[in-house]
């Protein structure tokens, strides 16, 4: 009897130690990838997309973004519009008859779209997302425009303009770059004093406040689903926490004029910065960041980094708003997956779908999957850059390089031995569509 036992016992470790070895993920891949990948990608074509963010609008729509690019920004080389993944987008979305975008060729695609644009209505739109498989999409805009089909794409408007109520003349003369960019936040500002019958700018600090408040929650009644900052491109994402005595003597002295020095102007905005979230977390709006490289010739990558916003993402005060980090904080990809750790930190991969080809968004992916596939979502930042390539190619490039890279990068980690096909489709489905379904309180 006692040999039965050591021998049973013997036979279970056995069996436990091939369960084991089986489960047990491989430093490198089998041989199978290519056929993991093949069966992988058929089915993820299927999902249907949730788009975290994007400018969808035609190109001559102000309203697009509360930024413009700079004169002769530098441009990464896939954004060229020599990159033949363009023409592969054109003929795909409107069976484009050319092999490149020489202007009178152009000139075809161009026609086309100005067409639909005069032609009105939303038809146009829904149909660019039906033929990548996108279900919704948020629209980064400063309003929603009438074009847009408010049951496809969701609203999120900007709040950089509260950040510069003041004279901003000592801000304009530091370089071309913000000599573009501020004139548009106050038009912006003076946008959001008319919707609020605001005149001028309020007597006191306490009034500003209000102001800020009540134009957060009539633009959420309007709408909106969540609440963006671009100041990274305007300065560092590093917020401090001055006192509200502070603020107000500084609002007291610049309200009717003068020029606030940098400290001044940056304390101010500090304060008026946690105002701001606070206020989301009343409301339950999600609170979006720009985190990654910008345009422009003055973009501060160590501004940007969005380590810097450590300090508020991580403050207990605001446990209760969800931060969402936009853009994967590139090239900081790895920083940005540990910043989701925190429970209410969510990333998207917007931008880099169209800056890097899939062999290099296949390897954040994988990352990013590997330690918090529950907190990732797809974003194409679609955008138009000229008449021709427009959100419309660019909607089309993000999605196709995005479904690639996924299917690449999950059928690495089977051919691993990480986890089983329709583990790696439930983690597909995931970072494509319901991470996003779930933030934004929608079913799937």
Not at 166 to 194: C, M, S, T, W
């Amino acid at each position: 009897m006692k040999h039965l036992i050591y021998f049973g016992a013997a036979l279970l470790m056995t069996l436990a130690g091939a369960v084991a070895a089986y489960a047990q993920a491989r430093p490198l891949e089998g041989g199978d990838v290519e056929r993991v990948y093949a069966r992988l990608q058929k089915r993820i074509e299927l999902i249907p997309i949730y788009d975290n963010h994007s400018h969808a609008t035609f190109p001559d729509d102000s309203d697009m973004d509360a930024m413009t690019s700079p004169p002769e920004e530098s441009t990464v080389l896939r954004l060229r519009d020599t990159n033949p993944e363009f023409v592969a987008a054109a003929k795909a979305l409107f069976g484009y008859p050319y092999l490149d975008f020489q202007p009178e060729h152009a000139k075809w695609l161009i026609d086309k779209k100005k067409a639909a644009e005069a032609a009105g209505g939303t038809a146009y739109w829904d149909g660019i997302l039906d033929k990548m498989n996108i279900e919704t999409c948020l629209a980064n805009r400063v309003a929603l425009a009438p074009y847009l089909d408010p049951r496809r794409f969701h609203w999120v408007f900007f709040v950089d303009s509260f950040l510069f109520p003041f004279d901003n003349h000592g801000l304009i003369a530091k370089n071309g770059d913000l000599a573009v960019y501020l004139p548009l936040q106050e038009k912006v500002l003076e946008r959001y004093k008319k919707q609020e019958n605001v005149l001028g700018l309020p007597a006191d600090l306490a009034g500003y406040e209000a102001f800020v408040r009540q134009t957060l929650a009539e633009n959420q009644k309007k709408g909106g689903v969540a609440m963006k900052f671009e100041a990274a491109y305007f300065r560092t994402l590093y917020f401090r926490d001055p006192p509200r005595e502070r603020a107000e003597a500084i609002y007291t002295q610049f309200r009717a004029g003068g020029v606030p020095s940098d400290e001044d102007y940056i304390t101010f905005q500090d304060y008026v910065f946690r105002v701001l979230i606070d206020q989301a977390g009343k409301l339950k709006l999600p609170v979006h960041f720009h985190s990654a490289v910008g345009i422009g010739d003055y973009f501060s990558l160590q501004n940007g980094n969005p380590l810097n916003l450590e300090n508020v993402v991580r403050d207990p005060r605001y446990r209760n708003v969800n931060f969402v980090l936009i853009h994967g904080g590139y090239p900081y990809t790895l920083d940005m997956i540990w910043l989701t750790a925190a429970k209410n930190v969510y990333t998207d991969s917007s931008l880099m779908g169209y800056y890097v080809y899939p062999s290099e968004l296949k390897n954040i992916l994988k990352q990013w999957i590997s330690l918090f596939p529950e907190k990732i979502m797809f974003g194409s930042d679609a955008f138009p850059f000229n008449d021709a390539v427009g959100a419309e190619e660019t909607f089309w490039l993000a999605a196709r390089s995005a479904r690639t890279a996924v299917a690449a990068a999950l059928a690495e980690l089977v051919a691993e031995g990480a986890w089983s096909e329709e583990k790696a489709l439930e983690l597909a489905r995931l970072y494509l569509h319901d991470n996003a379904a779930k933030l934004y309180g929608e079913k799937k």
